[in-house]
């Protein structure tokens, strides 16, 4: 059953330019169309999940999504928004980052069920190593006039830049070399919608025109919008950088903590953006936020919905306990039910100091680890008045000054948690 995809990107509000005709033609019959996703890391990251979810939504709709993986265009380079030349990099790279990127794309769209709108993974280098020069100026580029392309905003926004080189030859043919995929792509594969970000529509539109002139045919445009953030602020970013997809590259703790730090503002926007939620659960959820919006219930739910889908459900759960020991509400046993890289960037920045492991081994009293062995306090005399006014906590749990800190206490087999009342945190490593 083919469901109205423009509609389902306009109530989201991903929606931002479209080709007349496309809706007609969507709703007509099930349709393929592309994305090109940038192969020059092994990861992808946030900024790149309004294109992957426009493809799930294809998908959901009836559809038949293709992910381009720009092995080629990879080489090159895309002006697209950018100030400079990229690095180019070699072919086993591309095709290692090309393997780790359909896995993460295979979180969100079905490669495998043997239904007729099964994604497809495809990589352009695969039919443009084969083209020579020669044969792509003859065949492509005469039907494409150099005003044509001179007039498109990616290249005038280059050229007239401020303060840059200017725009390699390399780069300017680059939207040839992807229009040349749409026109690959429709010929081969039946596809005849290309879609992309709001700064892709001139790429894109070149393709369409390809394909009218070479194969007499009609391909159709699609653009989303560009995700903001309310404070001006860029999305995708964290202090680190970028917040990517792998969690060897950002952890699904500090995934998640991105997400639920989102604005009230952002996060009725983001729901709608980067979940599959129904549009009366949206809705419905939206004005649940609105009631008790101190609640939070749009951001934790989006927190939710998109660190399932990126990582797991299990690690998603492990995020809601780490943040919820960071946050004062839990026990030495949920301490200890944390891995290690959780536990690190839970108390990422905490001052810690390290003590010989056969010291807890042995027993390590409280002004020793409070004072004498870590200068945690200034004096073991404040050390005691801490204790005495039972404002120390070891893994949570109020202690006296004759408590003795053993091997029991150590979170992973290293780390102990000392508090000093509720804002002064330290950690204890056992080496």
Known sequence: MIKNFIEELKWRGM?????????????AAMRSAYIGFDPT???????????????????????????????ATGMIGDPSGKSSERNLLDEET???????????????LDFNS?????????????WMKGISFLEFIRDVGKHITVNYMMAKDSVKNRLSGEGTEGMSFTEFTYQ??????????YKNKDCTLQM???????????GTELIRRIAGGKGY??????????????????EGGNVWLDANRTSPYKFYQYWLNTSDEDAEKYIKIFTFLERETVEQLIAEHKKAPHQRLLQKRLAKEVTITVHSEEEYENAVKASEVLFGKSTADDLKSLNESTFLDVFEGVPQAEVPLAEVQSGLDMIGALCARTNFLKSNGEARRALKENSV???????????KITEADLINGKYVIINKGKKNTFIIRAV
């Not at 992309?196 to 070149?206: A, R």
Request: with cysteine; net charge neutral.
């Open 94 to 108: 591309l095709r290692h980052n090309q393997e780790c990127v359909k896995a993460q794309l295979s979180q969100f």
């Open 196 to 206: 992309g970000g709001s700064d892709q529509w001139g790429n894109i539109t070149t």
């Open 221 to 238: 445009a699609l653009t989303c919008q560009l995700i903001t953030k309310s404070d001006g602020s860029k999305f995708g970013k964290s």
């Open 41 to 71: 890391a092994d990861s992808l990251h946030i900024g790149n999940l309004v294109p992957i979810m426009l493809l799930g939504h294809f998908q959901r709709c009836g559809h038949k999504p293709f992910a381009l993986v720009g092995g």
């Open 15 to 27: 929606l931002h330019d479209v080709m007349p005709g496309a809706e007609e033609h969507l709703n």
């Open 393 to 403: 906590s070891v893994n949570k749990e109020k202690v006296k000054e004759e408590y």
């Open 176 to 185: 040839l070399v992807q229009g040349y995929d749409f026109l690959h792509l």
């Open 114 to 126: 043997g239904r007729k709108n099964e994604a497809v993974l495809v990589n352009n280098y695969d």
